[in-house]
């Protein structure tokens, strides 16, 4: 089965650009997470979908970043304009449907898209 | 109040020996999940294995196992017969709900870098 795909990988742009980074999540998950990882805060969560739905947005830094999912299977992370405090790893999760807080609900993710920003 | 600690930012392992990777929570919530995945180099998040709050066996997946202790809030890793191959990071995450409405949260840790020795 093929997992959470991300593309691009790799990612270099100039300061002011605009970045996209996609996401295919996994056939069947209902719920789509976007994460970013950096050296000095770690692993956090931008956006969460479920069923297409944004339902909390509360981790996206500011409007430059945008998300949206508009269907089942793709999911988009945009950066406009791009600054270099925005270099970091992305990554796309995905899981089933939420079961409930005694169900597993484990998220899968994606291989992440490195950003650089010059 | 930090909601995972890992208090250990590299450890050291012989192959083929076990090790032990600290992780202790804070919740306030009765019914949450906790996790463990691993980063290698190539810099993947690989899903390890899951622990259910109301679980009363600790889980194992294969070399991984949980060392719940619920009252003490800590949720250790054990790899048992450490490989090279184990090598990587390894993040400790928990999830609860948050809000009535059912939605669940994920939050990580800053890692541990496990080194194995040949």
């Known amino acids: 089965d093929a997992g959470v795909i991300q593309s691009p990988r790799h990612e270099v742009t100039e300061m002011g650009q605009e970045v996209t980074l996609r996401c295919k999540p996994i056939?069947?998950?209902?719920?789509l997470f976007w994460y970013r990882q950096t050296m000095m805060r770690g692993l956090e969560l931008l956006i969460y979908?479920?069923?297409?739905?944004?339902?909390?947005d509360s981790g996206m830094p500011e409007d430059r970043f945008s998300a949206k999912m508009p269907n089942a299977s793709f999911s988009t992370l945009k950066i406009q304009p791009s600054e270099p405090r925005d270099s970091a790893v992305y990554f796309c999760?995905?899981?089933?449907?939420?079961?409930?807080?005694?169900?597993?609900?484990?998220?899968?993710f994606g291989a992440g898209t490195r950003l650089s920003v010059l | 109040a930090q909601k995972i600690t890992q208090t250990q930012p590299g450890m050291f392992v012989q192959e083929k020996e076990a090790v032990t990777l600290d992780c202790t929570y804070d919740?306030?919530?009765?019914?949450?999940?906790l996790f463990w995945y691993k980063q290698p180099s190539s810099g993947e998040m690989i899903f390890l294995i899951y622990?259910?709050?109301?679980?009363?066996q600790n889980a194992t997946e294969g070399r991984y196992s949980l060392n719940f202790q619920k009252a003490r809030k800590s949720a250790n890793l054990v790899i048992s017969a450490s490989q090279l191959g184990d090598s990587a990071m390894y993040f400790c995450?928990?999830?609860?709900?948050?809000?009535?409405?059912?939605?669940?949260?994920?939050?990580f840790g800053i890692g541990t870098k496990l080194q194995v020795i040949p």
């Open positions: 999760a995905s899981s089933e449907r939420d079961r409930g807080l005694r169900a597993k609900n484990i998220q899968y």
């Open positions: 056939s069947g998950h209902n719920s």
């Open positions: 979908f479920n069923n297409n739905v944004p339902i909390d």
């Open positions: 919740t306030s919530d009765q019914s949450y999940g």
């Open positions: 622990q259910g709050s109301y679980d009363e």
């Open positions: 995450a928990m999830r609860e709900a948050m809000n009535s409405g059912g939605y669940q949260k994920v939050t």
